[in-house]
């Protein structure tokens, strides 16, 4: 297995994509025995009739080559097909305490969830359990709460709209808001920053965009490797001749040069596409002081008589421009310079590759939201946008690049702990009980009742809670303190193991399998990053007989629990167009005739009314929001002070880890390691591959520490240093958050290098 192999630290040369891509693609599906089945699979991703990629949210055109999928969807396909079982026979074998010093992608690689298990502490062992008693005992825990308070039910971003729609129905007419969702780590500051400024939580451009923009605008987003199937986009915009400006404290490797595994020319001739017409290596933290600067520079331009804003955009549809004005020529050229680690010259250069541009695009991923000021920075991409008109026009908007493949979906059809009360009165009104109205939790809040022990039970639809949020340490803790934990999963996690006195392992039938009821095949939706919404039909048989489709266990939790609910839980259980139905008549404006609509191929798109320049806000303006002074995060502390930035590999998802190499950034067979700027190294005497220690600037007096991480010379901006997710949120803690969002800063943990006592694996430093 790869992670016995010897780390080693070999900078890539190639493009990314390309054979590369291809090669990892092939090697992913043999690893996983599934080479016949997986490619069989690859046929049918993202194509009308088949399923829906369950790796990220970018949308799929109509008008592309026949096969739509990128090597990190073929990987996410691979592991999910795999032949790899986790049987009763293997919890026979191992204990919870045993199966908790395996590694993350031990546990991965052990492969599919075969029956529902509940924990037997006797034993410390999972033990089968049959789902009858599966769900009596989620209902016995539940309604033996003083309060429906004391219950948290997580979402993760893969659950679909049918599915997120009905638990959002359950979990209210049990009594309570509290959804902690994956998106309060993630893209919460598109969802609670933007509708203030430009009315609604979401992005605004539709694909057809790309091919209209005039500049393209990457922040903070690493797209190779997130969101690979836009690398076709911006490949084509980039022969069109339009700039590519990316904003990033590290080149990431395919964003710089890629070859695209799809374009055989290219591949024949081992050609690529230079993408980056002007990469900006940004601090971390420093975006806001480039745009600032950018904003400076607009100012400064119309002020010497250049018509560089659109003045009768900012008049008709914007409020509070003379505000912004005065904050952004408040701040000088040096403490911009200083802050952002930027040359002027240089933002004066993207300034002007915006300003020549009539249709520009802004796209961003977690580099921006997981920072303290994390809403309040989408507000100026939003300001630098609205100075120019860029919204309701061909080839211009914000495009917040969203994560996992429905957390948007999620959010729109009502997983939301602040929900607002015209969803609510609707909800009364089609489901006949009253919601409740006080707001719940999200992840950290959720997090905070289980320390407190005002939480008894956890409910997670999908995902890994435990390993994606902050404070590892203490959030283990919190959750061993619950009654009861239940996950409902595809595969075995750190989750699982990390669980309350009682605990539920329910696995389901996966995205790309045949959901069957007694109605007979049904699909699901999903809704993209662009607001599109389509149908997902697996084309796999489940995995075994005794995995369930996710819609049938909220179903039978809520018969479970609910005993005399009105709801009619066991029709939506088998027919799903009785559940879109439903969101139709809970969301008129934008699901009207859901069950008609989604019929045709390319399914339907939402309403997004900044689109047709049209503003939800209070004063129905687009608003110009002030961010005053250039930090987004805690100052500098002192000299030995980095800011670490918590990134993902190439090999990984989210906390799956698919193997523990990053091709990209030349790391191979560890995830130990720490990328940092040559003299940042020299200042502490470190030589490349050299091991050290981290530990946090924490106000609380609590010591976070991570140990035995190896230091690689990596052009990194100065103080700027990064590593990887999940492992290094120990240093993370749990109050280190954006105030608007509750997102954790997981880019900007404030840390020292200090002296290594654990002893790690040489690395071998290659050429
Ligand atoms: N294959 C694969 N695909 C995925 C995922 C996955 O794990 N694997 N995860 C999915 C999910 S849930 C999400 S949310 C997305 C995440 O996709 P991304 O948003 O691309 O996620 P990250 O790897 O966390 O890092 C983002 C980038 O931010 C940069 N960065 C760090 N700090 C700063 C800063 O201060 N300023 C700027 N400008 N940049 C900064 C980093 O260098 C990195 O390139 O991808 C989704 N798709
Ligand atoms: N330090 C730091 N922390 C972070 C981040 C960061 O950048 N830095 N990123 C944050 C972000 S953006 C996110 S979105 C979160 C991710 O948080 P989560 O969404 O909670 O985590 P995942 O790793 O995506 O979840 C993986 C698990 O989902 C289950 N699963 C997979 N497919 C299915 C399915 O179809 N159905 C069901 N029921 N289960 C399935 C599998 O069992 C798998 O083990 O992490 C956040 N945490
Ligand atoms: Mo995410």
């Known amino acids: 297995m790869s992670n016995e192999k010897t780390p080693e630290y070999r900078p890539y040369h190639h493009p990314a994509g390309g054979w590369g891509a291809a090669g990892a693609t092939a090697k992913v599906l043999m690893e996983q025995s599934v080479l016949v089945k997986g490619s069989r699979g690859l ?15 970018f949308p799929d055109p109509d008008h592309r080559k026949t096969l739509e999928f990128c090597e990190n969807g073929a990987k ?53 359990v049959a789902w009858d008693d599966a769900f009596a005992l989620i209902g016995q825990h539940l309604r033996a709460l003083d309060s429906p308070h004391q219950a948290e039910f997580y979402t ?16 209210r007419e049990f009594g309570t808001n509290n959804f902690p969702d994956c998106s309060n780590m993630c893209h919460e500051p598109t969802s609670r920053g933007l509708p203030p400024a430009i009315g609604i939580g979401k992005g605004t451009i539709v694909m057809d965009d790309f091919e209209h923009a005039e500049a393209i605008f990457v922040i903070g987003q690493n797209t190779g490797t997130n969101s690979p199937r836009m690398m076709t986009n911006l490949v084509e915009a ?16 395919a964003l710089i040069r890629f070859t695209e595994p799809q374009d055989v020319l290219q591949m024949g ?22 745009f600032k600067g950018m904003m400076k520079a607009l100012f400064e331009a119309e002020a010497r008589g250049e018509k560089v804003l659109d003045l009768d955009f ?34 004066r250069r993207i300034a002007d590759i915006y300003m020549k541009s009539n249709a520009t695009i802004i796209c961003y991923g977690m580099g921006l ?27 211009a908007g914000i495009a917040p690049i969203r994560g996992h493949s429905n957390v948007q979906g999620d959010r729109t059809v009502g997983i939301d702990e602040k929900p607002t009360d015209a969803y609510l009165d609707r909800v009364r009104d089609a489901f006949g009980f009253e919601p409740p109205r006080e707001h719940g939790h999200h992840v950290l809040e959720a997090i905070e009742a289980m320390e407190a022990g005002t939480a008894r039970v956890f409910f997670g639809m999908g995902g890994n809670f435990i390993r994606a949020v902050p404070d590892t340490d203490r959030s283990y803790a919190a959750m061993r303190n619950l009654n009861l934990t239940v996950g409902v999963a595809t595969k075995l996690n750190r989750g699982h193991l990390v669980h309350g006195k009682d605990a539920l392992i329910l696995p389901v039938v996966a995205r790309s399998e045949i959901i069957r009821t007694e109605a007979g095949e049904q699909f699901v939706t999903i809704e993209d990053a662009m607001a599109n919404v389509t149908a997902s039909r697996g084309v796999f048989e489940p995995v075994t007989e005794h995995v369930r489709p996710e819609t049938e266990i909220v179903c039978r939790m809520a018969m479970a629990t609910l005993p005399a609910s009105r709801t009619p839980w066991a029709d939506y259980m088998v027919n799903y167009t009785l559940i879109r139905d439903k969101i139709a008549e809970v969301y008129p404006e934008i699901y009207a005739d859901f069950s008609e609509r989604i019929k045709n191929p390319h399914g339907l798109h939402l309403d997004i009314p900044p689109r047709r320049r049209v503003w939800q806000t209070p004063n129905g303006k687009a608003n110009f929001l002030v961010l005053p002074g250039l930090e987004v995060n805690v100052p500098v502390r002192d000299t030995a002070m980095l800011r670490l930035a918590t990134i993902r590999s190439h090999d990984q998802y989210n906390t799956t880890i698919y193997s ?27 030589a490349n591959g050299d091991v050290i220690g981290l530990e946090t600037y924490s106000d609380d007096g609590v010591r976070r520490y991570v140990d035995g991480l190896n230091v690689l010379d990596y052009p990194m901006p100065r103080g700027a240093i990064a590593g990887y997710y999940p492992e290094l949120n120990p240093l993370l803690p749990l109050d280190y958050f954006d105030g608007i969002s509750g997102t954790p800063a997981a880019k900007s943990i404030p840390v020292k290098v200090v002296e290594s006592i654990a002893s790690a694996p040489a690395i071998r430093i290659a050429g």
């Open 43 to 57: 046929l049918s991703m993202n194509q009308p009739g088949g399923f829906k990629c369950p790796s990220c949210a």
């Open 660 to 686: 523990n190499s990053d091709r990209y950034r030349g790391v191979y067979n560890t995830r130990l390691v720490i990328f940092m700027n040559r003299d940042d190294m020299a200042e502490r005497g470190l």
């Open 314 to 347: 900012i008049r008709e549809h914007t409020a509070g421009l003379e505000a912004l004005r005065d904050d952004v020529m408040g701040c000088s050229w040096a403490d911009i310079t200083r802050i952002s680690g930027i040359a002027e010259d240089q933002i």
């Open 76 to 128: 996410a396909l691979a592991h999910e097909a795999t032949k790899g079982r986790v049987t009763r026979e293997f919890f026979e074998k191992y204990t919870v305490t045993e199966l908790m010093q395996k590694s993350d992608y031990w546990l991965e690689m052990q492969g599919r969830l075969t029956e529902p298990m509940r924990y037997d502490a006797q034993s410390d062992r999972y033990v089968p």
């Open 156 to 171: 993760s971003g893969r659950t679909a709209n049918e599915t997120a729609f009905l638990y959002a129905i359950f979990v």
């Open 269 to 290: 001739t081992f050609g690529s596409t230079p993408i980056s017409s002007e990469f900006v290596h940004v601090r971390i933290g420093g975006d806001l002081a480039i």
């Open 369 to 395: 939201t997981q920072h303290q000021e994390g809403s309040r920075l989408l507000q100026q991409v939003a300001n630098l946008l609205l100075l120019r008109g860029n919204f309701g026009k061909p080839g």
């Open 238 to 253: 980039r022969k069109r001749g339009v700039p590519i400006v990316l904003i990033n404290p590290m080149p990431e490797r």
